[in-house]
């Protein structure tokens, strides 16, 4: 027997019985996890499909799945066109959001004084329900547009100011005094340490205000109503709701569906993609 | 480099800060420092040894800038300039998020300086502690042992006039700490430098200071002097050593000493 030879079976005997039934275990969940709800979701359409034929449900009633996506093919040309516009909405939202957040927050941690002047108002838009603020924010404000944005950024802020806040100001301590006794200046400690400390604290807040700017501008869009020139998703269900063309309705949801998903996907992806080299979060766990 | 080339012995060495009369007192009543005196010279390994509480930390606080004494002085000889201090906390205190030689950089970085200015300091540093493999590692991929090397490194890489250590190894096992000081002393024989070590190892403080400084609790205040007379380079021969064995025989009377002091005013 030759020296490789033995190693290998010195390789193979050091993989026990426990080890390979883990394995196998780890196998299957990682399977699991993208084959189960799969499975599901066809079941679960598959029994909607069944339950309409066998009671004769009328499709303006409960359209098939089928229907659903014939319409949505059909439609697509409308339908595109207003997630075209909530998107926008959305993600213009989003970026407001990210912007007025973190730069409140840099404020607040820059000034206790200001935090506490300032941060009440915020609480108050914050836990005030949306809906009864946008009607007036929709006599306020005459631009369509800009209100709409207004009121999807108020929805969307607040988780990204508080968990900002406080990643800003949960900086370690001895890291803290390590900087004063280097003398950075103020700016320096802001850019090297309490901003690169607060990014997960950040993006847990991105992922949460990723989906309630989307949630903030359905809201506005009902708000608004079918009066004026909205042409957004949740307008289109409001249309479709008054002409009784429920398979429409179906098929918008279906959109704003997708892009929360897509939204959650895209802010998950940019965590990981960020933080994966040092953060605890993004660690995979070993044993 | 210009690095002095050999430290004079006890007693012929410059001055470099003195301490006089430092009392501090928290929230007006907690007495952390009381009347401390220490002169500080260049070259000295000086362990502040004692209990816990008995303001070993706030000594170094206060010598560190970053609080002030409620009465007394801090005088550095010539004034303090940027860089001439260096901290090693009992943790590591990397930024996650910063690869070892940026950790390394970040004093320099924090005077204005890009990492090209000073990639030889900082390679050198690394080098120093052994680490010059890793400099592209993120501080979790390090053992406990590796992340205080990079803390020594940062510590070192502006070569102060004067290194704090607070408990620096006191989170590690006994393994990784015998190591880290026979290198941290190796280092000291490279580059001179000028360290207080705090500690409440009595083993450890004979093993590495020629100074060792015993200190009481409550107040927190110096209760004596001793020096370690056995000449450097120390390595793990001199741990089995009758020598070493009767001198931290001798430490540890006056560290029990210090504490029954604090029993008998307490009394
Ligand atoms: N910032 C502070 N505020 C109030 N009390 C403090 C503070 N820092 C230290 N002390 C007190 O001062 C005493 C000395 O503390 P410290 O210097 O940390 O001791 P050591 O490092 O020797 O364990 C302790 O009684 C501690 O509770
Ligand atoms: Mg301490």
């Known amino acids: 027997m030759s020296v490789t030879e033995i190693d290998k079976m010195a390789a193979t005997a050091l993989i026990d019985e426990e080890e390979l039934r883990y394995a196998r275990a780890q196998k299957r969940e990682k399977i699991g996890k993208w084959v189960l709800p799969i499975i599901m979701l066809t079941l679960v359409i598959f029994a909607w499909d069944r339950v309409v034929v066998m009671n004769n449900i009328p499709h303006y009633i409960l359209p098939r799945p089928g229907l659903v996506l014939e319409t949505l093919i059909k439609d697509w040309p409308i339908l595109w066109q207003s997630l075209l516009v ?15 957040g973190v730069g409140l927050a840099v404020i607040f941690t820059q000034s206790r004084f200001l935090e506490m002047s300032f941060y009440p108002f915020a609480v108050i838009l914050q836990v005030t329900p949306i809906v009864a603020i946008a009607p007036l924010i929709f006599i306020y404000i005459d631009n369509k547009i800009v209100a709409l944005l207004t009121v999807a950024w108020i929805v969307a802020f607040f988780p990204i100011l508080s968990n900002t806040t406080l990643g800003l100001n949960s900086v370690d301590h001895n890291l803290r005094d390590l900087y004063k006794i280097y003398g950075a200046s103020r700016w320096q400690r802001l850019r090297y340490l309490q901003l690169p400390a607060a990014l997960p604290y950040f993006l847990g807040g991105l992922r949460i205000a990723g989906g309630l700017s989307l949630i903030g501008a359905v809201v506005a869009e009902y708000v608004a109503g079918t009066g004026g020139m909205g042409s957004g998703l949740a307008f289109r269900i409001l249309e479709a709701s008054y002409r009784l063309n429920i398979p429409r309705m179906f098929a918008a949801l279906l959109l704003i569906a997708g892009t929360g998903v897509s939204i959650f996907a895209v802010t998950s992806l940019l965590t990981h993609l960020l933080l994966r080299k040092w953060h605890e979060s993004a660690l995979k766990r070993e044993g | 480099m210009t690095l ?3 430290i004079p012995p006890l007693g012929e060495r410059q001055k470099l800060l003195e301490m006089s009369g430092v009392d501090k007192v928290f929230n007006g009543d907690v007495v952390a420092l009381k009347g401390m005196n220490l002169t500080v010279n260049q070259g000295d390994f000086i362990s502040l040894l004692g209990p816990s509480g008995c303001g070993k930390s706030t000594a170094l606080r206060l010598i560190a ?8 002085s801090i005088r550095w000889e010539g004034g303090q300039a940027r860089g001439d ?16 030689s940026q950790n390394v950089w970040l004093p320099f970085r924090l005077r204005g300086k890009g990492y090209r200015e000073v990639r030889d300091e900082v390679l050198w540093a690394l080098k120093m502690v052994g680490l010059e493999k890793f400099q592209n590692a993120y501080p979790r991929e390090l053992s406990g042992g590796m992340k205080m090397r990079v803390s ?7 070569e102060p006039r004067l290194i704090l250590m607070d408990e620096p190894f006191a989170a590690l096992d006994e393994i990784t700490r015998m190591k880290l000081n026979d290198d941290l002393l190796a280092l000291r024989e490279k580059i001179k430098c000028t360290v207080i070590f705090v500690t409440h190892s009595v083993y450890e403080s004979v093993f590495l200071s020629d100074r060792i400084v015993v200190m009481a609790a409550r107040p927190g205040r110096v209760s004596t002097e001793l020096t370690v007379p056995t000449p450097y380079p120390r390595n793990e021969v001199f741990r089995t050593t009758p020598e070493y064995g009767a001198l931290c025989r001798d430490t ?11 029993n008998e005013a307490s009394a």
């Open chain 1, 86 to 100: 909530t998107l926008k909405i959305t993600l213009m939202a989003l970026a407001v959001a990210v912007v007025g």
């Open chain 2, 4 to 6: 002095p080339s050999a």
């Open chain 2, 65 to 72: 800038g970053l609080s002030r004494p409620t009465s007394g």
């Open chain 2, 85 to 100: 201090l260096g901290v090693v906390f009992q943790e590591p205190t990397l930024m996650p998020w910063a690869t070892v």
């Open chain 2, 152 to 158: 020594i490194a940062r510590a070192m890489v502006t």
């Open chain 2, 252 to 262: 540890s009377d006056a560290l029990h000493g210090a504490m029954h002091e604090h």
